[in-house]
T-cell receptor
């Protein structure tokens, strides 16, 4: 399975943008990049996914590098409710399932 | 639209006892997943169903864990006998995609069942 590398933790301030990085140097051409987040005491929830082009939805934006070896999840204006563990996951031909790593624990300061 | 339902939310048992968890996926979702999440780790896939057939159970400890999905809807996960290391949150998820399309699916997770084995 293609692996992803994320920082263990990040910290940001409320109402500021947050950029969560993810490296996936062994990504294959058919792998989708998924982001999920897990709030305390809850199951993971879908945030966004993409293949090659940048993607936007109401929750976040996903910026994918041109060589696809890295991506960045962008929260445009963080709130306290965005404090969670964020998982970057690849899913494609080799692994038609989500393989969760350790994720990045995001702390938002008031 | 109702989400993925799981019960019970919490369970405390002694080692060597048996326990069962129940999951009701979102209506119409063909694919159902069971994950185990140990404290401080990401969820780990235990078993994956497509309708009522098993797609992937490669990480299910089959000597003690079993799962079934009756009529392609509800599912139960059972542990018998339980060990201390089974203490974890058991998450159920469902999605609409099947086969190759699972690579771009969105999985919807339930709240989980927190199991403590003493």
């Amino acid at each position: 399975d293609a692996k992803t590398t994320q920082p263990n933790s990040m910290e940001s301030n409320e109402e500021e943008p947050v950029h969560l990085p993810c490296n996936h140097s062994t990504i294959s051409g058919t792998d989708y990049i998924h982001w999920y987040r897990q709030l305390p005491s809850q199951g993971p929830e879908y945030v966004i996914h993409g293949l090659t082009s940048n993607v936007n939805n109401r929750m976040a934006s996903l910026a994918i590098a041109e060589d696809r070896k890295s991506s960045t999840l962008i929260l445009h204006r963080a709130t306290l409710r965005d404090a969670a563990v964020y998982y970057c996951i690849l899913s494609g031909w080799g692994a038609q399932k989500l393989v969760f790593g350790q994720g990045t624990r995001l702390t938002i300061n008031p | 639209e109702a989400g993925v339902a799981q019960s019970p939310r919490y369970k405390i048992i002694e080692k060597r006892q048996s326990v069962a968890f129940w999951c009701n996926p979102i209506s119409g979702h063909a694919t159902l997943y069971w994950y185990q999440q140990i404290l401080g780790q990401g969820p780990k896939l235990l078993i994956q169903f497509q309708n009522n057939g098993v797609v992937d159970d490669s990480q299910l400890p089959k000597d003690r864990f079993s799962a079934e999905r009756l009529k392609g809807v509800d599912s139960t996960l059972k542990i018998q006998p339980a060990k201390l290391e089974d203490s974890a949150v058991y998450l159920c998820a469902s999605s609409t995609k099947m086969g190759w399309e699972r690579r771009r699916e969105t999985q919807y997770f339930g709240p989980g069942t927190r199991l403590l084995v003493l």
